[in-house]
């Protein structure tokens, strides 16, 4: 099974956004920053990963790890 990376490549129709090991793409918008927020909310959302982006011509630019928010968080006793 592959790790829960999100890749967001660009599409002769814009920019997609894609599993790692996924055959078909999450989804695919007009602009690099509205398929960067929809995979954050995805990762967000479920177990946290990688968001992993190329550039226009191909080349990885970035990488952000995303962390879920814990649902339990420990209670803070001491104040």
């Known amino acids: 099974m592959a790790k829960n990376n999100y890749w967001v490549s660009p599409d002769p129709e814009g920019w997609r956004v894609k599993r790692e090991g996924a055959n078909r793409a999450a989804g695919i918008f007009d602009t690099q920053e509205e398929t960067e ?43």
């Not at 995805?42 to 080349?59: D, Y």
């Open 37 to 79: 927020d929809f995979a954050r909310d995805i990762l967000q959302n479920n177990t946290g990963g990688e968001l992993i982006t190329q550039s226009q011509h191909g080349s990885v630019r970035s990488k952000d790890t995303i962390n879920s928010p814990d649902p339990n968080p420990p209670k803070d006793k001491e104040h």
